[in-house]
């Protein structure tokens, strides 16, 4: 099973800024289309945001302007700003690769609360 670590979550005032961090081996993060996804209590797991390997990127549009999503190849890693947060943007993100597979991460809430 492939390991995907997630950092950065957190509880945040409305308006404020949060970025998450998941790093994955090497050898798949080359070749992953690399995602974020959210679920909040008794929702579905929704996409956010994905990143191909040629850095074309592709949003919901609930975060659309507000979020953004990069790739760092030389640390394996992807990342997901988060600027303007609203309180419906409170769930657990969770990051996902696509390759030959599919692999989770484990999920980092984010609380978006004055």
């Known amino acids: 099973q492939v390991q995907l670590v997630e950092s950065g979550g957190g509880l945040v005032q409305p308006g404020g800024s949060l970025r998450l961090s998941c790093a994955a081996p090497r050898s798949i993060f080359s070749i992953a289309v690399m995602g974020w996804y959210r679920q909040a209590p008794g929702q579905q797991r929704d996409l956010v945001a994905t990143?191909?390997?040629?850095?074309?990127?592709n949003y919901a549009d609930s975060v659309k302007g507000r979020f953004t999503i990069s790739r760092d190849n030389a640390k394996d890693t992807v990342y997901l700003q988060m600027d303007s947060l609203k309180p419906e943007d409170t769930a657990i993100y969770y990051c996902n690769a696509r390759y030959y597979s599919t692999s989770w991460g484990q999920g980092t809430q984010v609380t978006v609360s004055s």
């Open positions: 990143i191909t390997t040629r850095d074309s990127t």
